[in-house]
C-alpha cells in the first residue's frame, strides 16, 4: 500500500508538461487514457515506483517534482513495449527520454549514474582498467592473439562529456559531496 501525499495546486508545476507537449506534440500526452496496457506489460513494472501510466497522468496533473525525483525514470529498460502496446499511439519511451534528459539538467539523477560517467572522464573506461584487472585482461588477450588494450584519448572523452552535458552531472555530483 503506498502513502498517499496531499499537494496543494500552488505546487503544481505545468512547466514540465508543456516543455514536454513541445516536443512530442501537445495532443499526444492527451491521448493517454490512463488504461493501464503501458503498465502492465512493463517488463521492470516491480520495481518502479511510477508505473509509466501514473508518469503520464503525473505530468499532466503538474507533478514535476515527483516525476523528476522518481526512479522509474530511471529504470526503465527502454523496451518500448509500453510504446508498441499503447491503443492511442502515447510514444512513452520517447517522453520517458526526454524526462531524463530534463532531469539530468538538473541535476536530478541517481549517483550510480553520475560515479560511472566520473569514472569514465578519469580513465576512459566504464569500469577501471588498471592493477590485476589490467594484467588478467592483457594476458587472455595475448592467449587469444590480441593486442593490448590500447588507452584512451582522455581528452577526448572529456570533450564528448561536455559536449554532450554528461560532465555537467559529474560536477553537480562532487559539488553535492563538498
Known sequence: ???????????????????????????????????????????????????PHRVVASLLLGLKDIILESNAIWTCSLCHRCTERCPKGVDYSFILALLRNIASKEGKIPIEYSSTVETISENGFVVPYTGRMKNTINRRREKMGLPEVSSPDLDEINYILKETGLG???????EDED
Request: net charge neutral; hydrophobic share 30%.
Open 168 to 174: 555537467n552531472l559529474m560536477k553537480k555530483s562532487k
Open 1 to 51: 500500500m503506498t502513502e498517499e501525499k496531499t499537494i496543494e495546486s500552488n505546487q503544481l508545476d505545468h512547466s514540465l508538461r508543456y516543455e514536454i507537449s513541445e516536443k512530442v506534440g501537445a495532443k499526444s500526452l492527451l491521448k493517454c487514457i490512463q488504461c493501464g496496457v503501458c503498465s502492465s506489460g512493463c517488463t521492470v513494472s516491480e520495481y518502479i515506483d511510477l508505473q
